[in-house]
Each structure stands twice: as structure tokens, then as C-alpha cells.
């Protein structure tokens, strides 16, 4: 990805706001990151159109599922040296409590950071961070980092 490369070789960080973006899906969602030095929290901002049941009403559990994926990746690719998003191998969401028609928050912690795959552990919530919505486990496909011209050459 572009953006991803284009930081890497100025020597800077992630533009994370701009990544997600880029993400199609993700700006449908209008997810935002909220970074605090090195803290990153992902916010699903709510707007009706997320809306699952309306009887309740509830936060859909797919958008709840892919707010968790992409924080994750979010996450990867704050952390990755690589040029390219990672990619998901599997991911498993534990829905906890009903989303509520509010703003919902995620934050993500790599559990293994390995040269091709990546474990990773996401939570969500709403008001209070110590009563989660959500919680996944996810493994993630890694991009290798660019070869250097000198491991190519010997």
C-alpha cells in the first residue's frame, strides 16, 4: 500500500486517519483513530445506518466484527515494517453484551509478533472499557519487510 511504503522510506509513522482512509469499508463504517503516542483506539462513530435490530435498537454484530479486524490490522500495520496491510488467516469474535447506539471504542494488543503471521487481541466497548461489547482473536498474514539490496546480493 502506498501509504504504508511512502511513510517507511521518509522514516515517519503512519498516518493512521489517512490508512483507514484508504479502506473503503472502513470509511463507510466512519471509523477514526484516536493515537496517543504509541496507544492507539480505533472509534466506530454512530450513525443509524449501523443499526442491526432496530427493535432493540443494536449495533450490527458485523460491523461490531469488522470494527475488531480492523483495528487488529490497524494495529499490524502501526507495528509492521512491511509496505503491505496484513492479512487475515482467521479471526474469532466472542459477542459479549449488545452494542448500543452509541460510539463504540477498540483497542488491540499483539500477543506475537512473528516474521510471516501475527497473533492478536482486540476488545470493544462503549462507556465503560471494563464492561467489553466484544472481544476477538484473530492470526494475521504478514507482508516480509523489503530485502535490502545486500541480502539480495549475497
Not at 32 to 40: F, L, N, P, R
Not at 90 to 113: E, F, M, Q
Amino acid at each position: 500500500m502506498d501509504l504504508l511504503r511512502k511513510a517507511r522510506e521518509e522514516g515517519g509513522t503512519v498516518d493512521l486517519n489517512a490508512l483507514i482512509e484508504a479502506i473503503p469499508y472502513a470509511k463507510f463504517l466512519g471509523i477514526t483513530v484516536d493515537q496517543k503516542g504509541t496507544e492507539i483506539t480505533t472509534v466506530l462513530n454512530f450513525e443509524e445506518k449501523l443499526i442491526g435490530n432496530p427493535v432493540l435498537p443494536a449495533l450490527h454484530g458485523g460491523v461490531i466484527g469488522a470494527l475488531l479486524e480492523m483495528t487488529a490490522i490497524i494495529q499490524l500495520a502501526y507495528d509492521a515494517k512491511g509496505d503491505a496491510l496484513p492479512k487475515p488467516i482467521d479471526i474469532t469474535v466472542d459477542y459479549l453484551r449488545s452494542g448500543r447506539p452509541i460510539d463504540t471504542y477498540a483497542r488491540a494488543r499483539v500477543t506475537k509478533h512473528g516474521r510471516r503471521v501475527a497473533n492478536v487481541q482486540v476488545e470493544a466497548w462503549q462507556e465503560d472499557r471494563m464492561k467489553p461489547i466484544a472481544a476477538a482473536h484473530g492470526h494475521f498474514l504478514l507482508a516480509p519487510p523489503p530485502e535490502s539490496t545486500q541480502d539480495a546480493a549475497g
